[in-house]
DNA sequence: TTTT
DNA sequence: TTTT
């Protein structure tokens, strides 16, 4: 069974990263990513919400603002629920598990890549394995 | 201003793909596609939708059908308007530019790229330039 | 500083996979990869060699064998060395952090992907990271 | 018969570009690509050879000098020959057919994307198929 | 042959 | 809900 989930986008922050946490105290970073449409004459402007979870996660809540432009590696996840008068929903976001920091001035500031696999400290309650994690790990609903 | 957009997937048809036509005669085939996520216990599932214009479309319409496993490489597509209730909604999906057919028994069927730029042959009516096509080149409202 | 490193390829083992191991007893699956030109009228084909380490590529040199077909995703590495008549030598050459089995034939035999993240069991004597782990792990040179 | 070919790499241009023209004028660039591994600890870099047509390889060539960031979308390429001492030589490289131009300081310069099929002027005597493009369109050896 |  |  063939199965293969791959997005690479490059684009500006379109607002603070969100750093909240699981139940069990993993953290999970949510932003929205503004690309703009190349070679297009109307300007069009694609947008995606992207979350990233335990030290990448962190890293970007730390580091990155609105505006900035980053890039993000990682797949294409899909989730659907019921919306509150009984239709049917869905969405379709990015989960990051690399990002490459841009838009350094001149040779200083900006660059930087943080990976997702790279270790990183393990919140006490974490869970090892992030493809299990979703949304009935939160409080409430997350997105 | 940084802007880059990339995905590869591969999963299978989730139903025979649909061959349109917008206003000006260009051929646009849609399909949805299930991607199984690896390492998952619980047998989770992404659904996308994906469209792939001109010959790249017809090649796709022509050969592939519900079930068919193929690896999709395209850019992310956001779209949004407005529902009949009035609320805001918004859709990310994939727009394919190069396909590649996978799942040929044996040695023998199934394998065989399609590229989009491949020249290919122009509807009369057809416009030249893919990102300018957009939903008000459709008779009616096409996702 | 800004550094970005993806290589996704698709095609036939050139040769049966070899299993070998460093000096520290991690395990290393080498094998080649010929990725055939596409719209090439001359039937083209470019020829790679591929790495793959601990579990990940015990599970190639298990379940493959030359001439199966293989989704590889991972880096390109080069290297550089000194010939016997002293010129100095170079090479690109791919290592794999994930792979998908093609080529089931119907939807049965073949597909299934093995990352190289997912845990895996570590060779007593093995290193942490792979990536500081080069030729100078290995008893004698290995491409 | 599976086929598939994408390399996205980011990262510093090692010497200028270098603008040279085919037998048949078509225009083709080559630059050297330094992109330093990440999470390595004795500072390794990986080196590549790239190469870019056309439009895209001319727009290389007038903007970008040694040291600029780039990040580049393309294919591997494969090539071998016969040295001068009748040994066997190959050399694996990158065919570009996008780039993304990075490194604005502040929110000015830098930036801005250059696709390979976006049309662009033809050179008079060029050929329109890139893919049968190789080092015999050239006077000499290219690489 | 090598960039930040 | 939107970035440069």
Redesign the pocket.
């Known amino acids: 069974m063939v199965s293969f989930n791959r997005v690479i986008v490059a684009?500006?922050?379109?607002?603070d990263p969100e750093l909240r946490f699981t139940g069990g105290g993993v953290p999970v970073c949510s932003f929205?990513l503004?690309v703009?449409r190349v070679r297009s004459k109307n300007?069009e402007?694609d947008?995606f919400?992207v979350s990233a979870w335990r030290e990448l996660g962190e890293t970007i809540a730390n580091y990155k603002k609105?505006?900035d432009p980053i890039l993000v590696e990682g797949r294409l996840q899909y989730r659907s629920w019921e919306a509150q008068d009984g239709s049917k929903r869905s969405k379709v976001d990015i989960v990051a598990d690399n990002v490459q920091f841009l838009g350094g001035r001149g040779?200083g500031e900006g660059g930087g890549q943080s990976g997702g696999q790279s270790g990183g400290r393990r919140q006490s309650g974490g869970r090892r394995d992030d493809v299990d994690l979703n949304e009935e790990d939160f409080d409430d609903i997350p997105f």
Chains 1, 2, 3, 4 share one sequence.
């Not at 684009?11 to 607002?15: A, H, I, K, Q, S």
Request: aromatic share 6%.
């Open positions: 684009g500006n922050l379109t607002r929205g503004a703009n300007e402007v947008f919400d609105k505006g040779d």
